[in-house]
């Protein structure tokens, strides 16, 4: 099954103002503070510093923990979660004690029998459902990254080797995986073999399990140069993310789409207002991101795209797919 190309309007990236995981840090510390505030005007000379330096101190912490969980590319959504889990495992102890010993906290404070029932009832039932609301929102964001192929790209992802291509310059690069698969070289050759400083100008082969193994690409040749290609390091970093939220996307059509029973999409061209990016499934063995930056050459590196995938397929042990011919 294939689908029409899909029109957008604007190729490049742009930015959205402060980031999720930046607000979550300033809304930390900006949160609590309205309740600090009014407790120091209130209580004035009798207010108590300390209290000021804990609450402080636990809000330093909680931020490490998130420029850290952003770092290693985690979403803010999995971070509340584990906070959540935290204070629902902590509201839950603290239920626990006040239900099975009360003295432990409470001493020889004078508490009506009615406030020690409820708080001993409450606090276990509330701190568990803190604790179930803290799984299911690290659940749901870890299935969600998976659907959508939502990774950090390899370190080395921006650093291919410069190789020549006849009389032009291309680019090989390789993931530290290259070498457990034994085709992997022969699909490189056939790879740069189609490339083209007429159209075809990056492909990139992901594994079944949404793993970049290797791209090659004419980004760095003196013919790119009139598509004012800049920053080609960040370009390479930029297709290989696009590639795998493209079969984020694509997965999720696919099951959008079951009740229509013609297939999972197996071709799509993403035709953007300066050229166009290229998904094709290579039935199970995994899928290929080509990038053409001429706009006028949409429609020819098409074909060189489905000329390639069905190069690849019988090298691979599988059949043609009838989906890739062109007349």
């Not at 029998?113 to 179930?132: N, R, V």
Request: proline share 5%; aromatic share 8%.
């Amino acid at each position: 099954m294939t689908t029409p190309t899909a029109q957008q309007t604007d190729a490049q990236p742009r930015g959205n103002g402060i980031d999720s995981a930046a607000k979550l840090v300033l809304s930390i510390f900006l949160v609590p503070a309205p309740f600090e505030l009014v407790t120091a005007f209130t209580k004035r000379e009798s207010y108590d510093y300390r209290r000021l330096l804990i609450v402080g101190g636990v809000l330093a912490v909680l931020a490490v923990v998130v420029v850290i969980w952003q770092r290693r590319h985690a979403r803010v959504q999995s971070a509340i979660g584990i906070y959540l889990i935290a204070v629902g495992l902590a509201v839950t102890a603290l239920g626990v004690i006040l239900t099975f010993v009360p003295d432990l906290l409470l001493g020889s404070v004078a508490w009506t029998p009615a406030l020690e029932t409820s708080l001993s009832s409450l606090t276990p039932a509330l701190g568990l459902l803190l604790i179930a609301a803290g799984v299911y929102l690290f659940r749901d964001q870890m299935r969600r990254a998976r659907d959508e192929a939502d990774a950090p790209s390899p370190r080395t992802i921006a650093n291919p080797r410069p190789i020549r291509l006849g009389d032009h310059n291309g680019s090989v690069w390789r993931s530290e995986h290259f070498g457990e698969h034994p085709a992997a070289e022969g699909m490189v050759d056939i790879c740069k073999s189609r490339l083209d400083p007429m159209n075809l100008h990056f492909v990139a082969y992901f594994t079944a399990d949404d793993q970049c193994l290797f791209y090659v690409d004419m980004l760095d040749d003196d013919s790119v140069r009139r598509f004012n290609v800049r920053n080609t390091a960040q370009r390479r970093r930029h297709y290989e993310q696009a590639g795998r939220h493209a079969r984020g996307i694509i997965r999720r059509l696919d099951r959008r789409w079951r009740g229509l029973e013609s297939g999972d999409l197996v071709r799509v061209v993403f035709d953007v207002t300066e050229g166009a990016l290229y998904f094709y499934k290579l039935r199970d063995v995994g899928y290929l991101l080509g990038v053409t930056l001429d706009q006028t050459e949409v429609d020819p590196t098409d074909r060189a795209m489905s000329e390639l995938a069905n190069e690849l397929l019988p090298y691979l042990g599988r059949r043609p797919s009838d989906d890739f011919h062109r007349k």
